[in-house]
């Protein structure tokens, strides 16, 4: 059974870069699958933010594309989203997600961090 | 704003059905899939490919797909199913996924 778990500052400045890990256990992220990010601002609805294939290719939410970078480790079973030049907007929960199926639903979803800017 | 479009809410009493429509002009084709987000917690898949439900999830919830419309179905409604509720596709041209804007359900 595959899980997933984000860690990552709950508190942030203006200007600063969000780092986030998800810890994969239960399954080789290098096995297959998408693995991705989405986020939640509050009262707001889902916004994918981007995927990471088991390759290492990645696609990335266009509004977001030029502050976005999705990276795995193997080694560790981990993947990483850095999100440059935070500001109040980005106040979300960011999930963590694996991405399956012919037609790419998400499922499982990790619990969720909540990241506030201020 | 979203390119899937979901009734902002639903109510329903205890025991009734409860239907929630999805719609989007290029669906047609796609796989629909939705999820339950219970206040406070990530979401769930209940629904994949339309109408395929993930093992754990109740026969109380399915889901049909006619044109570019999609429906969730909840037979029996319980409190317990009270949450927000959001479809998504994936658009194959751009490779990525598309949401719709989430429906929350009440129940009376």
């Known amino acids: 059974q595959v899980q997933l778990q984000e860690s990552g500052p709950g508190l942030m400045k203006p200007s600063e870069t969000l780092s986030l890990t998800c810890n994969v256990s239960?399954?080789?992220?290098?096995?297959?699958?998408?693995w991705g990010w989405v986020r939640q601002s509050p009262g707001k609805g889902l916004e994918w933010i981007g995927s990471?294939?088991?390759?290492?290719?990645?696609y990335y939410n266009a509004a977001l594309k030029s502050r976005v970078t999705i990276s795995m480790d193997t080694s560790k079973n981990q993947f990483f989203l850095s999100l440059t030049s935070m500001t109040a907007a980005d106040t979300a929960v960011y999930y963590c997600?694996?991405?399956?199926?012919?037609?790419?639903?998400?499922?499982?979803w990790g619990q969720g961090t909540l990241v506030t800017v201020s | 704003s979203s390119v899937l479009t979901q009734p902002p809410s639903v109510s329903v009493a205890p025991g009734q059905t409860a239907m929630i429509t999805c719609g989007g002009n290029?669906?047609?084709?796609?796989?629909v899939h939705w999820y339950q987000q219970r206040p406070g917690q990530a979401p769930i898949l209940v629904i994949y490919?339309?109408?395929d439900r993930p093992s754990g999830i109740p026969e109380r919830f399915s889901g049909s797909h006619t044109g570019n419309t999609a429906t969730l179905t909840i037979s029996n409604v319980a409190a317990g199913d009270e949450a927000d509720y959001h479809c998504?596709?994936?658009?194959?041209?751009?490779?990525?996924?598309?949401f719709g804007g989430g429906t929350k359900l009440t129940v009376l």
């Open positions: 239960g399954y080789s992220i290098s096995s297959g699958y998408y």
């Open positions: 997600v694996t991405v399956g199926g012919w037609s790419n639903w998400f499922d499982p």
């Open positions: 990471i294939y088991h390759s290492g290719r990645t």
């Open positions: 290029n669906i047609g084709s796609k796989g």
């Open positions: 490919d339309d109408d």
């Open positions: 998504q596709v994936w658009d194959i041209t751009s490779d990525h996924p598309d």
